[in-house]
Nanobody, 124 residues
Framework: QVQLVESGGGLVQAGGSLRLSCAAS????????VGWFRQAPGKEREFVSG????????RNADSVKGRFTISRDIAKNTVYVQMKSLKPEDTAEYYC?????????????????WGQGTQVIVSS
């Protein structure tokens, strides 16, 4: 049974940092891409960052480039996103998801297993 569990969200001041974790089970992250998405109230879910199954490719949305870094620990089957220089517009529910293939894609439809989300609130 595939399961993804996010953690690490919270309240932080603008300019601060957080590290989100996505603990995966039921599939190896070494073979499937994992992505981070976020959804703010009243907005569509959007891609934030992703890492390929091979681990050699990462991709970030333009809005987070230079601030967010995705990484993974194969032994723990866990994917992380380190978020720095947080802005109030980063406030959202953050989700991790397993892709249908090893390649990173920004398309929500290409991810078929999702975690329950973790909330990030950035105060100004």
């Amino acid at each position: 049974q595939v399961q993804l569990v996010e953690s690490g969200g919270g309240l932080v001041q603008a300019g601060g940092s957080l590290r989100l974790s996505c603990a995966a089970s039921g599939f190896p992250i070494s073979r499937y891409a994992v992505g981070w998405f976020r959804q703010a109230p009243g907005k569509e879910r959007e891609f934030v960052s992703g890492i390929s199954g091979g681990g050699g490719a990462t991709r970030n949305a333009d809005s987070v480039k230079g601030r967010f870094t995705i990484s993974r620990d194969i032994a723990k089957n866990t994917v992380y996103v380190q978020m720095k220089s947080l802005k109030p517009e980063d406030t959202a529910e953050y989700y991790c998801a397993a892709a249908k293939d090893r390649w990173v894609t920004m398309a929500v439809a290409e991810y078929w297993h999702w975690g329950q989300g973790t909330q990030v609130i950035v105060s100004s």
